[in-house]
């Protein structure tokens, strides 16, 4: 047996996706789209470490930005 597989054996090449970027938005902003209070938020994520499994990006200046995709979150 060959070393070399024949090309039908490989595994396909991947290309970099060019999908566009998930928006971002402030903790306020998410809160809105949620029906609840920006600090219900804050708190939620301060005991579980998430807001109903959706996870924030921490800024370097300390703000939190979420996705902006993230609308089918139970409340």
């Known amino acids: 047996m060959h070393h070399d597989s ?3 054996f490989r595994a ?3 290309t970099p996706s060019l999908e566009t970027p998930i928006p971002e938005i402030d903790t306020e902003e998410f809160a ?3 029906l609840v209070k920006p600090q219900s938020v804050r708190v939620r994520l301060c005991r579980t470490g998430s807001y109903f499994g959706v996870k924030p990006r921490k800024l370097p200046n300390g703000r939190l930005s979420w996705p902006g995709n993230a609308r089918g979150v139970a409340a």
């Open 32 to 34: 809105r789209q949620h």
């Open 12 to 14: 396909p090449q991947t």
């Open 6 to 8: 024949p090309a039908l």
